[in-house]
């Protein structure tokens, strides 16, 4: 997609830096219309930021070994200059709170959609396993089955088996055996005349 080619935060800082001259001229001009405004706010802020700028240099002196006393105080600032430093800091400001909110609005953006990849993921391989599972409670129920025919493949061979041997033994029958010739009964043929001479 184009927004992950082209990161929020990039965009943001893009504009910033074409907002931050029109914003803050336009609060100078809102400042010297509206003095309560450019009192209250705008020197406020320039004095503040004067004063704390004021403080780190007199500390960096003093670490390079320049004289200074520790009462010093910061020089107050001009009203117009106030007013254009303090119309220039507010500007920076909004649009630095703007550029934080658009930059953690991406970055929440992406960790959500990297965690809807995670999940995604996980889901994928959560389906693997259970499809592996299936497989493998099929593969066991078919060796079951396979198991099963092989145990009655083997029981009816050894009926067929049992069977022949009891046919072979039938034609051994000794009730079956026929005489030999020497040692059958001999029957002489009935004549009518041997009766008539009786």
Known sequence: MVMDQFPMFRLATLMARQLSSPIAARIKRYAVSHPRFGAEVCVRLASAFHRC?????????????APLPSS?????????????LGGDLLGELIL??????IIIF???RQAN????KELSLKSQWLAIALSLEELQREVAAQQVDISRLHAALIALQADRDR????DGDGDKDPKRTSLAPEH???FEPFNNNQKSQT
């Open 163 to 166: 069977d022949h041997d009891h």
């Open 53 to 65: 700028e004021w403080v780190a240099r007199a500390w960096a002196l003093r670490l390079a070994g």
């Open 113 to 116: 959609k990297q965690e809807d």
């Open 184 to 186: 059958q009964p001999h």
């Open 72 to 84: 010093a105080r910061a020089p107050p600032l001009p009203a117009n200059t106030a007013v254009n």
């Open 96 to 101: 630095f709170l703007i550029g934080s909110l």
């Open 106 to 108: 991406e970055v929440n």
